[in-house]
């Protein structure tokens, strides 16, 4: 199978605490933020986004965070389940060029390798 | 709901030959994303395109091409494939509107051996 994990930060937890994967994001002028959740063989899968204007957002058993100040992002779990075991991304989307449209591009971070322990 | 369909799952090919990866998006989205995502690695942005013209282009080698066609799919042509280029292959889609999610396929595992 693939090797996903063996080069990611890795974070290791029991079935239904919280859970917290952290990210830096590298340009100031990115205004737009996303969550994925990518299980081995799949593609990312969109979890929860936040923009700029906002420090904190909540969905279904996750929140996101976002420190503009420090470029910082983070994404809450509660009550891990097994299921959430998947690597997590964090993307900051900056718009390239001035023509509107869909001139913006997609920046994924470095991966984190969650794994849930029952 | 429909999803980002991608074509094959799977495709192994020889050092020096072409391969040509497919991507149907999800209906009503107008721009389509590739990315190349290596064992361990974060999905790197290759090239985008909106409403069948390129709007991007990141860490794309000059030995691949992409085009959106009048049905909005894709298509990632690979030529004179090196070892290197063993990876899986995303494409994602979103409307046309900033600030909107990309939705990802599957990808297309590329082997070269």
């Known amino acids: 199978g693939e090797s996903v994990g063996l080069h990611l930060p890795t974070l290791s937890v029991q079935e239904g605490d919280n859970s917290i994967i952290n990210c830096a994001y590298s340009?100031?002028?990115?205004?737009?933020f996303i969550w994925y959740k990518q299980e081995s063989g799949k593609g990312p899968q969109f979890i929860i986004d936040?923009?700029?204007?906002?420090d904190k957002r909540q969905g279904q058993r996750v929140t996101v965070l976002l420190n503009k100040t420090v470029k910082h992002l983070s994404l809450q779990i509660a009550a891990t389940q097994p299921g959430d075991s998947a690597v997590y991304f964090c993307?900051?989307?900056?718009?390239?060029?001035?023509?509107?449209?869909?001139?913006?591009?997609?920046?994924f971070g470095k991966g984190t390798l969650l794994t849930v322990n029952p | 709901a429909a999803g980002v369909i991608q074509s094959p799952r799977h495709l192994i090919k020889e050092k020096r030959e072409t391969a040509t990866l497919k991507c149907y998006p999800i209906?009503?989205?107008?721009?389509v994303y590739w990315y190349q995502q290596g064992p361990g690695q974060d999905p790197q942005f290759l090239i985008s395109?909106?409403?069948?013209?390129?709007?991007d282009k990141g860490s794309i080698p000059d030995r691949f091409s992409a085009q959106q066609f009048s049905d909005y799919h894709s298509e990632l042509n690979m030529s004179s494939l090196e070892l290197g280029d063993s990876a899986l292959y995303f494409c994602?889609?979103?409307?046309?509107?900033?600030?909107?999610?990309?939705?990802f396929g599957n990808g297309t595992r590329l082997t070269v051996t």
């Open positions: 395109f909106y409403e069948k013209m390129q709007s």
């Open positions: 340009n100031s002028a990115s205004d737009y």
């Open positions: 993307a900051e989307n900056s718009q390239v060029g001035n023509s509107g449209g869909s001139n913006y591009k997609l920046t």
């Open positions: 936040i923009r700029s204007n906002m």
């Open positions: 209906p009503r989205h107008d721009t």
């Open positions: 994602a889609s979103t409307q046309g509107t900033y600030n909107s999610p990309l939705h």
